[in-house]
């Protein structure tokens, strides 16, 4: 999977076209995403590859990526 999101990273970028990476950074308890998990999601919060959970955990990433990518500047969020 990692290939997967390096080489749509890659892509978009050759393209000129805005995305934000998301990446589990550490899970406690229970979780469907395991830590490292990556994900990319473009500008309108569409998520083109990879995981870091369901369900809300997906929403609220999508929600960080767009405003991500808005500010340009990285977030963290606990869920």
Same mark, same amino acid.
């Given at each position: 999977?990692?290939?997967?999101?390096?080489?749509?990273?890659?892509?978009?970028?050759?393209? =000129?076209?805005?995305? /934000?990476?998301?990446? #589990?950074?550490?899970?406690?308890?229970? !979780?469907?995403?395991?830590?490292? *998990?990556?994900?990319?999601?473009?500008?309108?919060?569409?998520?083109?590859?990879?995981?870091? =959970?369901?369900?809300? /955990?997906?929403?609220? #990433?999508?929600?960080?990526?767009?405003? !991500?990518?808005?500010?340009?500047? *990285?977030?963290?969020?606990?869920?």
């Amino acid at each position: 999977m990692p290939s997967d999101i390096y080489n749509k990273a890659a892509r978009l970028v050759m393209e =000129g076209k805005l995305f /934000a990476i998301a990446t #589990v950074v550490r899970v406690h308890g229970s !979780s469907s995403a395991k830590c490292g *998990a990556k994900a990319i999601i473009d500008s309108s919060g569409k998520l083109l590859v990879g995981w870091v =959970g369901g369900g809300c /955990a997906e929403s609220a #990433v999508k929600f960080e990526a767009i405003k !991500s990518i808005e500010t340009g500047k *990285a977030g963290l969020i606990s869920i």
